[in-house]
């Protein structure tokens, strides 16, 4: 079947593409938590769209979540270290300390500057194209301003790659998102992860200060996630 074969094609440029991708971010990045900037300058989603163009353009081959699947693949075991099963759905579900959990509003209020959080990317059980914290569906954060936050991401989707970043710009999304939405603090993004493997759910942990209040916004940045609701309203108040 000559598009299969195409198709086939075209994933492995990508993958070919991803792997580029890691190696200019392990090469750029000083691997420290907190301080991964894989969407910044170097060989980032620049080369993507460039690879991707004309292979995602108009909903083709590459367009839907073929992108997300294709990384998913690529990077499985590569980015971030393998947690259980168990400890996934536990941290899915665990209510940060020092904050107030409101399930009716879905919202999450930090009183904490030390601000802890889990966060897993499209989970079994949640609707897909989602983020889980407390057991919430991509609820709405508020910190303190000045508060150190932590997110551990977790890639809980079995086939699809997933990243966390928070951003300065507002949904709607488009399918490029990477592409329109600035960081809103250094650090404040996680790489993508892969599918899991037999050792586990790949888990990253990133760290910022939520130096400036505003109203932010938690996003999935592999291509069409966003697009299709992974995102999140992330609230810093405070003078
Ligand atoms: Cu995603």
Do not use: K
């Not at 593409?17 to 300058?41: E, F, K, M, P």
């Not at 954060?141 to 991401?153: D, E, R, S, Y």
């Not at 892969?194 to 990133?206: I, N, Q, R, W, Y």
């Not at 400036?212 to 405070?238: D, K, R, W």
């Amino acid at each position: 079947m000559r598009r299969v074969t195409l198709g086939r094609l075209a994933a492995g440029l990508l993958a070919l593409g991803l792997v580029l991708l890691l190696a200019g971010a392990v090469l750029g990045g000083t691997g420290a938590a907190g301080s991964s900037s894989w969407t910044g300058s170097g060989p980032g989603w620049g080369s993507f769209g460039f690879m991707g163009s004309g292979m995602m353009g108009g909903g083709g081959m590459m367009g839907g979540n073929g992108m997300g699947q294709a990384m998913g693949s690529a990077l499985a075991g590569r980015v971030g270290q393998p947690i259980s099963p168990a400890q996934a759905t536990a941290l899915g579900a665990a209510a940060p300390a020092g904050a107030s959990v409101d399930r009716a509003t879905s919202r999450i209020t930090f009183q904490t500057n030390d601000v802890r959080l889990a966060v897993l990317a499209s989970p079994p059980g949640g609707p897909d194209m989602t983020f889980r914290i407390a057991g919430l569906v991509n609820p709405t954060l508020v910190v303190p301003l000045g508060a150190t936050v932590t997110v551990q991401l977790v890639n809980a989707d079995s086939d699809t790659s997933h990243n966390w970043a928070l951003t300065t710009a507002q949904p709607p999304f488009p399918f490029m998102a990477m592409m329109s939405a600035p960081p809103a603090f250094p650090g404040a993004v996680a790489q993508p992860l892969g599918d899991p493997t037999s050792a586990g759910l790949p888990s990253e942990t990133v760290r910022f200060t939520a130096s400036a209040a505003g109203m932010y916004t938690y996003l999935c940045e592999v291509p069409g996630h966003a697009a299709q609701g992974m995102h999140g309203t992330f609230q810093v108040t405070g003078a």
